[in-house]
């Protein structure tokens, strides 16, 4: 399983099938097994499909860095935003999300994006 490959591919779909304006800046290579790499893959597709469905996003910015030995991944949007107490009132997507970051020992975060939109931050230590 490749993260960078797969992300790609979900960047063109956005593109091909849903005319989102989407980009990634991601690495060509992150030392991670494929089974982390997955469930990295599937916590950026649930932030990518609640940027659709509940901002009704247009564009969308996947941002991927290694600081520290820690990948940093950096998904925006330019919807509607993330009402404060959502997070707090987590669906069971969010929390999926958070438990997944969780079994790879690292955190995510969901902060309001100016002036629209969202900003999910994961940061995740490189084994």
Same mark, same amino acid.
């Given at each position: 399983?490749?993260?960078?490959?797969?992300?790609? #591919?979900?960047?063109?779909?956005? !593109?091909? $099938?849903?005319?989102?304006?989407?980009?990634?800046?991601?690495?060509?290579? /992150?030392?991670? !097994?494929? +089974?982390? #790499?997955?469930?990295?893959?599937?916590?950026?597709?649930?932030?990518? #499909?609640?940027?659709? @469905?509940?901002?009704?996003?247009?564009?969308?910015? /996947? +941002?991927?860095?290694?600081?520290?030995?820690?990948?940093? $991944?950096?998904?925006?949007?330019?919807?509607?935003? $993330?009402?404060?107490?959502?997070?707090? @009132?987590?669906?069971?997507?969010?929390?999926? $999300?958070?438990?997944? /970051?969780?079994?790879? @020992?690292?955190?995510? #975060?969901? !902060? @309001? !994006?100016?002036?629209?939109?969202?900003?999910?931050?994961? +940061? /995740?230590?490189?084994?």
């Amino acid at each position: 399983f490749s993260l960078q490959e797969n992300l790609q #591919q979900e960047i063109s779909r956005l !593109h091909n $099938m849903l005319q989102v304006n989407a980009s990634l800046e991601a690495l060509t290579d /992150i030392s991670l !097994h494929n +089974d982390q #790499q997955l469930i990295i893959f599937r916590v950026v597709q649930e932030a990518i #499909q609640n940027c659709l @469905k509940h901002a009704s996003a247009s564009v969308i910015n /996947i +941002d991927c860095l290694v600081q520290n030995n820690r990948l940093r $991944m950096r998904i925006t949007d330019n919807g509607k935003g $993330m009402p404060s107490e959502a997070v707090s @009132k987590a669906g069971s997507g969010l929390l999926h $999300m958070q438990e997944r /970051i969780a079994l790879l @020992k690292g955190n995510i #975060q969901w !902060h @309001k !994006h100016v002036p629209s939109g969202t900003i999910v931050e994961l +940061d /995740i230590p490189l084994r």
